[in-house]
């Protein structure tokens, strides 16, 4: 039964031409590794691999399929998915991660951290306790377990914002939070609204400046 399955997988994979990539941990989903970027003879690519962390229900699995899988599925999801991507002419052996935000595996996101590249740090613009745990939780985290590792804050759900309502977080909250926490940039974006092919070209551009971004130190509130 088991060598059936994986004889299946195997040949679907070989059939829409793309490589089978299964990742180390059993808990991860299989997944596969594109073939639509051209790779040269001798290239090698260069790995990027960005953690996303925030509150659940934010967007971060929206992103995930929007981007790196160019998919509408809007529903959560949690592991690593993998492609190759050619941003200019340097071409990247990218990745998105999302981990669980469930209790019994803090401890496993949280010395997650140090494997990653980038840290992104995601919360809704029309959901303001999802802005406030950025300060209260996860930025707190992502400084302890990786200070060397560069972060940027996302804000999602652009399209929801009303600027008549209170409660959604103003983009000048987005960028003091970001400053406040050494991000190397501050975006906002709208997973659903925005063109699919737009969107990965910015958010992965913004993801691989972290690269050349030694992160900025923690800047705590003046009393």
């Not at 991860?28 to 003879?41: H, Q, R, S």
């Not at 509150?55 to 993998?82: E, N």
């Not at 613009?125 to 972060?151: F, G, M, T």
Request: glycine residues 4%.
């Amino acid at each position: 039964m088991g060598k059936n399955a994986s004889k299946s997988q195997e040949e679907a994979a070989m059939a829409n031409e793309v490589t089978p990539y299964i990742p180390n941990k059993p808990q991860m989903p299989y997944c596969y590794l594109t073939k639509e970027a051209v790779v040269e003879d001798g290239e090698v690519p260069v790995p990027l691999i960005a953690y996303l962390i925030g509150d659940s229900g934010v967007g971060k699995s929206t992103l995930i399929c929007q981007t790196l899988l160019q998919s509408p599925q809007t529903d959560a999801i949690c592991g690593y998915y993998p492609a190759l991507r050619r941003l200019d002419t340097v071409l990247y052996s990218m990745a998105l991660s999302e981990p669980s935000n469930l209790p019994e595996y803090t401890v496993l996101r949280q010395v997650g951290y140090p494997t990653h590249h980038v840290v992104v740090l995601c919360f809704s613009l029309v959901h303001r306790p999802s802005w406030e745990n950025i300060d209260k939780v996860w930025a707190p985290e992502a400084l302890q377990y990786a200070p060397d590792i560069p972060r940027m804050v996302v804000g999602t759900h652009l399209t929801l914002r009303k600027p008549s309502d209170k409660s959604h977080v103003t983009i000048q909250e987005g960028k003091q939070l970001a400053d406040k926490w050494g991000a190397y940039t501050y975006v906002e974006v709208d997973s659903l609204d925005m063109n699919i092919n737009e969107l990965e070209s910015f958010f992965l551009q913004k993801v691989v400046e972290g690269l050349t971004t030694p992160p900025s130190p923690f800047k705590p509130a003046k009393k």
